[in-house]
T-cell receptor, first 115, second 110 residues
Framework: EAQVTQNPRYLITVTGKKLTVTCSQN?????MSWYRQDPGLGLRQIYY???????DKGDVPEGYKVSRKEKRNFPLILESPSPNQTSLYFCASSRGTGGSYNEQFFGPGTRLTVL | QQPVQSPQAVILREGEDAVINCSSS?????VHWYRQKHGEAPVFLMI?????EQKGHEKISASFNEKKQQSSLYLTASQLSYSGTYFCGTLGGSNYKLTFGKGTLLTVNP
């Protein structure tokens, strides 16, 4: 089944404790992206990747890191999480470069709470 | 800069029509529409490209006015399954940043 998977689905952590949210897709998509969703603010892009080893900042990249060493994986790293990073996070992927003209497939989401 | 969606929320009875608008302050290459049901991930509906090409579902239509940098999503003869939050995403310029609006909550009642 074609899908985007994220792990963990739920995470409660404390301020400053480094964490990684994994994202994997099995559709051989070039483009992958991370979004955060907060009430009343919609979906905001954190980082995106047009292909292996090619990443760029979205609209809200502060406090996050990403890497794209393999085509299928695009982990989101929070080196020192803070309470304002409490949010619902979505990973998405699409075929083609940049996903400009293609639909994005979203993962199920990761609900992160930073205490 | 996030595109502006209107209305913020709309309540319909089954069978009624709705229009959701999306406007941007910058020149656009494409407009993307997604629907998100409560507790689920967003799901693709449609992409409208500069020049008039559309890719998406047959039962949902949309328009893209490039000059006005606006798009509208048309939901006709609404069904209960149409309920959810609708997001437009805009792509402009030479980068690949897809910027979503804050969403429009659509509720369809029996």
């Amino acid at each position: 089944e074609a899908q985007v998977t994220q792990n963990p689905r739920y995470l409660i952590t404390v301020t400053g404790k480094k964490l990684t949210v994994t994202c994997s897709q099995n559709m051989n998509h070039e483009y992958m992206s991370w979004y955060r969703q907060d009430p009343g603010l919609g979906l905001r892009q954190i980082y995106y990747s047009m292909n292996v080893e090619v990443t760029d900042k979205g609209d809200v990249p502060e406090g996050y890191k990403v890497s794209r060493k393999e085509k299928r994986n695009f982990p989101l790293i929070l080196e020192s999480p803070s309470p304002n990073q409490t949010s619902l996070y979505f990973c998405a992927s699409s075929r083609g470069t940049g996903g400009s003209y293609n639909e994005q497939f979203f993962g199920p989401g990761t609900r992160l709470t930073v205490l | 800069q996030q595109p502006v969606q209107s209305p913020q929320a709309v309540i319909l009875r089954e069978g009624e029509d709705a229009v959701i608008n999306c406007s941007s302050s910058k020149a656009l290459y494409s407009v993307h529409w997604y629907r998100q049901k409560h507790g689920e991930a967003p799901v693709f509906l449609m992409i409208l490209l500069k020049g008039g090409e559309q890719k998406g579902h047959e039962k949902i239509s949309a328009s893209f006015n490039e000059k006005k940098q606006q798009s509208s999503l048309y939901l006709t003869a609404s069904q209960l399954s149409y309920s959810g939050t609708y997001f437009c995403g805009t792509l402009g310029g030479s980068n690949y940043k897809l910027t979503f609006g804050k969403g429009t909550l659509l509720t369809v009642n029996p």
